[in-house]
Nanobody, 127 residues
């Protein structure tokens, strides 16, 4: 059974930083791209960042480019999202997700490409 467990969310002031973690089990983590998505109240889930299976390619939403950094440690079966210069509009529940395809060649931003999701962690940025 595949499990993704997020941690690291919380309340932070605007301009601050947080690092989210997502531990993955039940699948050979190093063979799959992983991504982060977020969902604010009343809004659809949106793509934040993705990293390919080897860690050599990344993709970011324009709204977070230059402020967020996605990374992974295949030895620890864990992925990370470092969030800097946080803004109130970054407030949302953040979800990590595991790609459904082995070693996908081109990173995708669509949630349909991911078949396993974490439970979500709340990030709140106060102004």
């Amino acid at each position: 059974q595949v499990q993704l467990v997020e941690s690291g969310g919380g309340l932070v002031q605007a301009g601050g930083s947080l690092r989210l973690s997502c531990a993955v089990s039940g699948r050979t983590f190093s063979n799959y791209a992983v991504g982060w998505f977020r969902q604010a109240p009343g809004k659809e889930r949106e793509f934040v960042a993705a990293i390919n299976w080897s860690g050599g390619k990344t993709s970011y939403a324009d709204s977070v480019k230059g402020r967020f950094a996605i990374s992974r440690d295949n030895a620890k079966n864990t992925m990370y999202l470092l969030m800097n210069s946080l803004k109130p509009e970054d407030t949302a529940v953040y979800y990590c997700a595991l790609d459904r395809l082995v070693r996908r060649v081109v990173l995708t931003t669509g949630p349909g490409a991911y078949d396993n999701w974490g439970q979500g962690t709340q990030v709140t940025v106060s102004s």
